[in-house]
């Protein structure tokens, strides 16, 4: 079975940090594009940033650019998310997926203001 498990998501203050982890298990993901998502309430769902399992291809949304870095730890089968200088308007469910095949049950990121 096939599973994408979200952690680290929690209530920050605007200018703090959190750190995302997206276990992966039940196939091999070395083909995928691994994908963090997030979706605000009244939003549709949009993509935050996306890495090939390899590493070599690593692309961001604009808004998150300089303040978001995703990585992997392949021996883990997990990619992370690390979230600095949040702002309020950062706040959302994340979600991990695998290609747009595979998806998490997302996590929630609340930044106060």
């Known amino acids: 079975q096939v599973r994408l498990v979200e952690s680290g998501g929690g209530l920050v203050q605007a200018g703090g940090s959190l750190r995302l982890s997206c276990v992966a298990s039940g196939r091999t993901f070395n083909n995928y594009v691994m994908g963090w998502f997030r979706q605000a309430p009244g939003k549709e769902r949009e993509l935050v940033g996306a890495i090939r399992w390899s590493g070599s291809s690593i692309v961001y949304t604009d808004s998150v650019k300089g303040r978001f870095t995703i990585s992997r730890d392949n021996a883990k089968n997990t990619v992370y998310l690390q979230m600095n200088s949040l702002k309020p308007e950062d706040t959302a469910v994340y979600y991990c997926?695998?290609?747009?095949?595979?998806w998490g049950q997302g996590t929630q990121v609340t930044v106060s203001s």
């Open positions: 997926a695998a290609g747009t095949e595979y």
